[in-house]
């Protein structure tokens, strides 16, 4: 158990739909990061929150946002869906000092209809 | 961005046999990282290298740290059907922005 959790594990819905991943890092991880993987693919990195605040970009894109809360946990919003975006959604987290490697979830399976 | 370009893409192996995988880049970076990807699960953190030349073992898995700190491999001995999976590896750099390997995919026939 990485100790960072992620719901739901399992997400079917249309296109054109909205719908929010939610992360929780593992206990005084300050760091999060959402990464993307399509079917047989690497690790797409999306967005990175330290604290709160936004701290690096990946290919997100528009059409996909994401927060971090004051309690720390992270929400990914994915709007206006596409096939295309049918994949496993990561979030990892990490202290956020330099160096510290990071911990992933077990992640979210998103499937467009 | 950087590039790792991570080999073989995929293995077929026997059980009992020793793999073994790397990753090169054209960029330096300040650690390296292996992890292990289960089917339908999260990627799970193996080894984590910090100093350049290091080698590290964890049980049968030992990783080694390039000396130009642009490459790192992988090594597993006496392969077990439960080292069937994904393995990434990773560079990352001081600000925490890290970069994967495409993967290695790992088969170990019984």
């Known amino acids: 158990d990485s100790g960072v959790t992620q719901t739901p594990k399992h997400l079917i819905t249309a296109t054109g739909q909205r719908v929010t991943l939610r992360c929780s890092p593992r206990s005084g991880d300050l760091s999060v990061y959402w990464y993307q993987q399509s079917l047989d693919q690497g690790l797409q990195f999306l967005i990175q929150?330290?604290?709160?605040?936004?701290?690096a970009k990946g290919n997100i894109l528009e059409r996909f946002s994401a927060q971090q809360f004051p309690d720390l946990h992270s929400e990914l919003n994915l709007s206006s869906l596409e096939l295309g975006d049918s994949a496993l959604y990561f979030c990892?987290?990490?202290?956020?000092?330099?160096?510290?490697?990071?911990?992933f979830g077990d992640g979210t399976r998103l499937s467009i209809l | 961005g950087q590039q790792l370009n991570q080999s073989p893409q995929s293995m077929f192996i026997q059980e009992g046999e020793d793999v073994s995988m790397n990753c090169t880049s054209s960029s330096i970076f300040n650690t390296w990282l292996w992890y292990k990807q289960d089917p339908g699960e999260g990627p799970v953190l193996l080894i984590a290298l910090y100093k350049a030349g290091e080698l590290t073992s964890n049980g049968r898995l030992t990783a080694q740290f390039g000396i130009t700190r642009k490459d790192s491999f992988l090594n597993i001995s006496a392969s077990i059907p439960s080292d069937v999976g994904i393995y990434f590896c990773a560079g990352q750099l001081g600000n925490n922005d890290m970069r994967f390997g495409a993967g290695t995919r790992l088969t170990v026939k019984p």
């Open positions: 929150y330290y604290n709160g605040e936004e701290r």
């Open positions: 990892a987290s990490s202290p956020g000092t330099a160096n510290q490697p990071q911990h």
